[in-house]
């Protein structure tokens, strides 16, 4: 069964946004309706009712720990990526408030506007710059460990707009070396490689159901040592105490079976993703566009499944709806940047004095079950538009 099968298939629209999100998988769909009306406790009930639904509780947990090779009792599910980035930015805050916290400038909107939120609360926050490909410079990130006690380095693993993957072992040694803890946001992990949690050693990590076929409206977040973070939100006892609040059973379920479809069929997807990338830019060569990538090279450390892409001169929110009428679906960076009609931070960081660059970027996001012919039909339509601009 293709990935996005969905009603919308039959309007031949093309959809490069999967790293907005993706389509839900028709078997995660059958799973959450059949455990919607099956779970009628309350995992905190005491009595069979919610003993059975903790019990259910228990096992989704114990299944998706076994694949990331925790234990679930450092496992905390909540309503998104967002979320699960609050409680572990805001809870670091709340347990050393007057700690510095490292972060980047090419973060997620969900990290940079929690620490930014803090730095109003008086939270000492360093912002790493970025290279031109988007890496840090791991000087710097010593330098900065080096000039005040750290509380946390947060650092998007896999960046959400171009795809470069940060040295992430490398930081967590030396931030480690100098008694920091380290998050990582792995929200566009899962769909294109494993996370194993075990070998990246990281304190906390992040993930969202909907990146990987999942349902939108639930997180999960890894948290080494349950005492290293005070609560985000105040409440009932659930989840160790660092997220109050009834547990989401359907959807818990929904993520584990979005993260086995995940599993078991990674490897064939990457093979056509990789291959997909490489038809684009083949296209894109042969074509009589300008254009540039954003990120590392294909070759680099990143992932395939999204690439950005420089057309120097187009006014890419021209150009996207421009796509947009053709029923090709783009973006420009992130869709949690509400106002996504402004050019990207993250390209901003890249390319400070390059506005032609960051005005003309678009970013573009695979599913496995696009074809050659769709990346053909991309680069004519962009063409089309060049021609016309
Ligand atoms: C890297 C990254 N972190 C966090 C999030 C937020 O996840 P959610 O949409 O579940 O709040 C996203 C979603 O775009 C993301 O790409």
């Not at 042969?286 to 990538?293: G, V």
């Not at 680099?300 to 421009?322: H, K, V, W």
């Not at 390319?351 to 005005?359: I, L, S, Y």
Request: glycine content about 6%.
């Amino acid at each position: 069964m293709p990935v996005n099968s969905s009603s919308e298939s039959a309007l031949k629209m093309i959809y490069l946004d999967n790293a907005a999100t993706t389509f839900i998988h028709p078997d995660v769909i059958q799973v959450i309706q059949d455990s919607l009306g099956a779970t009628k406790g309350n995992p905190s009930s005491v009595h069979e009712l919610g003993f059975k639904a903790t019990r259910e509780w228990n096992a989704t947990k114990d299944a998706i720990a076994d694949i990331f090779e925790v234990s679930k009792k450092n496992l905390i599910f909540n309503s998104s990526g967002t979320e699960a980035n609050n409680i572990v930015i805001q809870g670091r805050y709340f347990k050393h408030p007057h700690t510095q916290m490292i972060t980047t400038a090419t973060e997620h909107s969900s990290v940079l506007n929690t620490f930014k939120a803090l730095e109003e609360r008086g939270a000492n926050v360093t912002y790493l710059d970025v290279n031109d490909e988007g890496f840090i410079a791991l000087k710097e990130l010593e330098a900065s460990l080096k000039k005040a006690p750290t509380s946390l380095v947060s650092i998007l693993h896999t960046n959400n707009e171009t795809g470069a993957i940060q040295d992430v072992h490398a930081i967590r040694d030396l931030a480690h070396r100098y008694g920091a803890l380290v998050h990582f946001d792995m929200v566009q992990v899962p769909m294109h490689a494993k996370a194993n949690l075990k070998d990246l050693g990281c304190d906390f990590a992040t993930f969202s159901a909907h990146k990987f076929f999942g349902p939108k409206g639930i997180g999960l977040t890894y948290i080494k040592d349950l005492d290293s973070l005070k609560p985000h939100t105040v409440g009932g006892s659930q989840e160790h105490r660092l997220r109050a609040g009834t547990q989401n059973l359907s959807f818990a379920r929904g993520f584990l079976k979005a993260l086995e479809i995940t599993e078991a069929n990674r490897t064939e997807w990457h093979a056509k993703i990789d291959h997909l990338a490489h038809t684009l830019i083949e296209k894109l060569d042969a074509s009589s566009l300008n254009y540039k990538i954003n990120g590392p090279a294909l070759d680099g450390s990143r992932i395939l499944g999204t690439l950005n892409l420089a057309f120097p001169g187009l006014d890419a929110i021209d150009l996207r709806f421009a796509l947009n009428s053709e029923d090709i679906y783009v973006s420009l960076g992130s869709a949690c940047d509400a106002d996504s009609m402004h050019a990207s931070h993250v390209l901003r960081a890249m390319f400070p004095d390059d506005e032609a660059r960051v005005n003309g970027s678009l970013r573009i996001s695979f599913s496995p079950d696009l074809t050659d012919a769709d990346m053909a039909t991309l680069v004519h339509t962009i063409e089309e538009y060049a021609k016309s601009a």
